[in-house]
């Protein structure tokens, strides 16, 4: 699902459907930090524990957070291999040129 998706199926909330969706993700990441002695679970599995369905509003904005919490490496995958340029140069680095030195962190954001 792409950002776009997600973000319109959240906009297009009431706001108690936003209230309701907001108070689901902090019960979901309430139960998160209680498990965290078990290990992570998935959110998937802390929403079909509830006793209730929310609206079908507020449950398509829900898949659309659990989508895309879902897509990407999980923890202790490796991250794909990719090539940037460097900042102010025309030289080109890989991650996997890293593979096997110190950690790399990386940080995306907006600088506009």
């Given at each position: 699902?792409?950002?776009?998706?997600?973000?319109?199926?959240?906009?297009?909330?009431?706001?108690?459907?936003?209230?309701?969706?907001?108070?689901?993700?902090?019960?979901?990441?309430?139960?998160?930090?209680?498990?965290?002695?078990?290990?992570?679970?998935?959110?998937?599995?802390?929403?079909?524990?509830?006793?209730?369905?929310?609206?079908?509003?507020?449950?398509?904005?829900?898949?659309?957070i659990l989508v895309r919490d879902e897509t990407g490496p999980k923890v202790g995958e490796a991250a794909p291999d990719f090539c940037l340029k460097r900042l102010g140069s025309e030289e080109r680095v890989r991650l996997s040129d890293f593979v096997g030195q110190r950690p790399v962190a990386l940080a995306f954001g907006s600088y506009t």
């Open positions: 699902m792409l950002k776009a998706q997600r973000d319109s199926a959240i906009s297009g909330l009431s706001d108690e459907h936003r209230r309701q969706l907001r108070q689901i993700v902090d019960g979901i990441k309430e139960a998160r930090v209680s498990h965290q002695s078990a290990g992570r679970i998935a959110a998937r599995e802390l929403l079909a524990g509830r006793q209730q369905d929310p609206p079908a509003e507020v449950r398509a904005a829900l898949e659309a």
